[in-house]
């Protein structure tokens, strides 16, 4: 089992930032990958990013590349969503999961196996 535990999450105007972390304990190991996906009110669940955590390659949706960054810290086994030049259509409860995998992070939510509680993210015009 793992387990994942977002924060960072608040209410920013517009063109501001915000950095959410997610801390993972438990059965962690080299070859996972974590992701950060959102939800918005009556919306489905979608892929923001994710890493590999053996090499720390990135992967972006086309909606926030160049505004957010997934970056980690091995030694605190945490995942970090810097986001930069927000827009209210940023707006959602931000989550963090994981999965095992050796290979590119899947961008679909029901490939991961382990869940945070989720953070809210608002972002006011």
């Known amino acids: 089992q793992v387990q994942l535990v977002e924060s960072g999450g608040g209410l920013v105007q517009a063109g501001g930032s915000l950095r959410l972390s997610c801390v993972a304990s438990g059965r962690t190991s080299s070859y996972y990958a974590m992701g950060w996906f959102r939800q918005a009110p009556g919306k489905e669940r979608e892929f923001v990013a994710a890493?590999?955590?053996?090499?720390?390659?990135?992967y972006y949706d086309d909606s926030v590349k160049g505004r957010f960054t997934i970056s980690r810290d091995n030694a605190k086994n945490t995942v970090y969503l810097q986001m930069n030049s927000l827009k209210p259509e940023d707006t959602a409860v931000y989550y963090c999961?994981?999965?095992?995998?050796?290979?590119?992070?899947?961008?679909?939510?029901?490939?991961?196996?382990?869940w945070g509680q989720g953070t809210q993210v608002t972002v006011s015009s």
């Open positions: 890493i590999r955590w053996s090499d720390g390659s990135a």
């Open positions: 999961a994981s999965r095992p995998t050796h290979f590119v992070p899947p961008r679909w939510p029901r490939e991961y196996d382990y």
